[in-house]
Every structure is written in C-alpha cells, then in structure tokens.
C-alpha cells in the first residue's frame, strides 16, 4: 500500500524540543512518547495518555510527539517488517518496552524531516540504556545505524498470499484484514487501510452563526478552511491551528469539533421540530449539540461521570440551554419515555482507526461478539423509552455487520411494533443509503466510518 507510507519524512515540528530536561541527555518530548508506549501496553487509550503525558510539554513539542507516536502507530506493521530484518532472530524476541523503543527510532528515522539521523539514534540508545542496560543500548544502536545506512534500499517481505501482503502494507492486524477482503475484496480493503492510515482533519460544526460567518472568522484569524465530504455547513480547518481555546470564535461558543461521519447520524436522525429527545450514550456530546438544533430540549446521559463532564463543558461553551446533563447506565434508562432516543452504542469502533490509531492493535476478535451482546441490551432498554409513534436511532462507529444490520434485523424480528422509517428526502445525501439505514465507509466517503437505522415505534 504506497499511499500510506508516500509522505515519506514529514517537514513539521521540530526536533522533539531541543531543549533536555527529562534527565540523561534525553528530551522530555521523547521520554513522553515512550512513556505513552508503555500506556498502551498497560491497556490505556492512546488519546488520554498523550493529553497527561504531554500536558507540561509546549505547543510545538505537543505536536511533536503526536506526529510521532501516532505516526508510528498507523505505520507499525511495516516499521516490524524493517526491524525484524535487522534483528537477529527477528524483533519478536525482544522485550516489548525495548521494542517500542526501536520502533520510535525508526519512526523518526523514516518518517520525521524534522530529526536529524544523529539525533534520532542518539536519542533512542539513551533511552535504552536507561530503561534496559548498556546491552539494550548496544543493540538499539546497531539496528538502527544499520537502518539509517539502507534507508534507500529498504524492501518490504512479498508474501505469496495477498491478505498477508495486505497486513504488512497496511499495517493492520490479520484478522481484521481478512474480515474485510472477505466482505468487499482486495482493492476495496486496499482503500480502507489507506484511509485509515492518512490523520483525519478537524472539521467545524457552525453554531449560533451560519457557515459563511464562521469561515470569514476561521479566515481573518490565519486559518484556511475547504468544505468537508457530504455533511453541509460543515468545515475543515486547512491549516494547523495550535490551540483552539486561544481561537475567538471558539471561546464565544460559535463552533465544535465533529466528523462529517457523526454529523450524518444527526441529520439521519432528522428530528422533528420541537421534539423532546433523550441521547442515552451521549459522551463527549457532539451528537447532542446537533440534536439541540431542533429538538425542545436534549436528555443527554451517559455511564462514566468523567465523560460526561465533557459533554457538560460542550453545552456550557455553546450556551445551550436546552441540554440537560446527568450520569445514568443506558441499560437502565431513567427517563420518562419521549419522542426520540439515540442510542450511538458503545462499540469497537472499526470505522475510525484513522482518528486512534492504537485502536486495530488492541482489538480482538472476540470483542465484536463482547460488543453485540452489549448493544443488544441497550437497544432494547431504549426502546422501552420512546413514545407510541416515537423514534429510535440505533447508531455506531463500527463497520461490522454484528454490531449494525445484525443488531437491527434481529431487534425487529423480535419487536413487531417497530419499523424501520428512513428520514425524507434529502435528510442525507442518497450516497450514504442502503435500503434506508445510514452507512458511511471511510474507503468511499472520505470520512470516519459510521452506521445508523431509524425506527419507527408503531403507535398502538
């Protein structure tokens, strides 16, 4: 897969802060980078390990290291497949700190304009040595200057079997590959991994102001925008933007982050003027916001206290005062029934790899059956919760047929009195259709990935 290695080295960001002060010659920017590695393999999610381990770091290295461990990450299959040819018995023997730590190395070495070859192996024998021994640092230095002599030679491993080729050119685990050649094909999987493996943009939602204010605004404060994929009025930022709450626009509540992906159930869910809606798994609230455009007031809950904060933050920003917040289980919903529920599920999430790239290295494939036992249950608890002649919006960021068509088709092989009811025409653009339910690929929308259906509760 070219397209997911053509950037090559990057030019941005500087030398991951030339400035030392972590101690032994090594710069605080990458001993956060390793420290977010052993994160990973602690079981943490990679975006709240890098906002605590970056959080005393400045603007320019914060980027830094983001475009270096999540650099790595989308790059990791193939990065294995340099280092395991210089290796002595191949980079699985090593211990999985000292191969993070390689695995760095060769990031920077590769892919980072920024960082001087010197700088990248010096840097990374330091931190093995301190972290493994004088033997670690030995070893991390032979590999690594014996990367840096055949940088322009390297060669990938060609398997004979195409799926296997796929895995190291992608950088997916197999697994998960194989689900996707079976399902749409070899060029069609081919396309997904290169998508997931390119960094999503920020886009803009308006709000409170109509599209052409907020661009004139993003305009006059140094920021380029371009119009996003298949959601209208939303934004992408072009440019780099260093910290959104030093934008105006942004700290007068006149705009929040959302992918066109997620914008599209919101707009699929088409809800009526005047509605009153409960958004039972609501956190970090992007689909709730949406939601307040038209609905009378937003029921927004969701299980962990810490993420509803943040949909608390949201409202408070956007000054909604039709958005109530509160912490609740949706398998136990504490609502009155009401006009519509969005349910967007917990879920593996295999429609934004591109977003977190940690996510396809820790998956399982007995997650998926874990998840739609889950969502299951939610789906139907939620379907307790809406009116006769009210509305459901099932939805995901998943592309897996477990946790979408399947969870519907047997939900309405159960429940007679539902059906599915897709919004009017022109809710949505056609594109994104299948015989009436939401589906946005990444592969052929240019967006995170994201599945939807709307149902109708038949009134009795």
């Known amino acids: 897969m070219r397209g997911a290695d053509q950037d090559h080295r990057s030019p941005g960001g500087g030398d991951g802060g030339v400035a030392v002060h972590g101690g032994g010659g090594i710069t605080d920017a990458r001993v956060a980078a390793a420290e977010i590695c052993t994160d990973l393999r602690g079981g943490e999610l990679l975006d709240p390990s890098f906002d605590r ?109 195409p799926i296997d080729n796929l895995v190291i050119e992608g950088s997916h685990p197999r697994w998960l590959v194989a689900r996707w050649v079976a399902r749409w094909g070899i060029d069609e999987a081919h396309r997904l991994l290169d998508a997931n493996n390119h960094e999503a943009p920020l886009v803009a939602r308006p709000y409170h102001v109509v599209r052409e204010q907020l661009e004139a605004m993003l305009e006059s404060a140094g920021i380029h925008v371009s119009e996003a994929p298949l959601a209208r009025d939303s934004i992408v930022l072009s440019s780099s933007v260093s910290s959104f709450t030093e934008l105006g626009p942004f700290r007068q509540g006149l705009f929040h982050l959302q992918d066109p992906a997620s914008t599209l159930v919101t707009q699929y869910a088409c ?20 939601l307040s455009r038209n609905a009378s007031s937003v029921f927004a809950s969701d299980l962990s206290f810490a993420r509803v904060q943040r949909v608390v933050e949201n409202a408070k920003r956007l000054e909604i005062d039709s958005l109530y917040v509160y912490v609740a289980d949706a398998r136990f919903p504490a609502i009155k029934p009401v006009d519509l529920v969005l349910v967007d599920v917990p879920c593996t999430g295999t429609g934004t790899f591109r977003r977190h790239p940690d996510a396809r290295w820790r998956l399982k494939i007995s997650d998926i059956a874990v998840m739609a036992a889950q969502q299951r249950s939610i789906l139907r608890s939620a379907a307790s919760v809406v009116k006769p002649g009210g509305l459901l919006v099932y939805s995901t960021c998943s592309l897996e047929p477990e946790e979408n068509d399947e969870q519907i088709d047997y ?33 052929l929308h240019g967006t995170d990935g994201a599945f939807a259906a709307r149902l109708r509760r038949v009134a009795a």
Request: proline share 6%.
């Open 411 to 443: 939900f309405l092989a159960n429940n007679s009195g539902w059906r599915v009811d897709p919004p009017p025409e022109g809710a949505v653009p056609a594109a994104v259709l299948d015989n009436g339910r939401l589906r946005v690929l990444p592969q």
């Open 53 to 161: 381990r970056t959080a005393r770091l400045d603007a320019r290295d914060r980027r830094w290291v983001r475009e270096l461990v999540y650099g790595m990450l989308r790059r990791r299959a193939r990065i294995d497949a340099y280092l395991d040819q210089r290796v002595r018995g191949g980079s699985v023997r090593l211990d999985a700190d000292l191969h993070d730590l390689l695995r760095l190395g060769a990031a920077q070495l590769l892919h980072m304009q920024s960082v001087p070859a010197y700088a990248a192996i010096a840097q990374t024998v330091e931190l093995a040595k301190r972290r493994h021994g004088l033997g670690a640092s030995k070893l991390a230095n032979a590999v690594l200057r014996r990367l840096d002599r055949e940088r322009d030679s390297l060669t990938l491993p060609v398997p004979s079997d």
């Open 271 to 290: 809800v009526p003027t005047g509605a009153v809606v409960a958004d039972l798994c609501a956190a970090p609230g992007g689909k709730s916001v949406e």
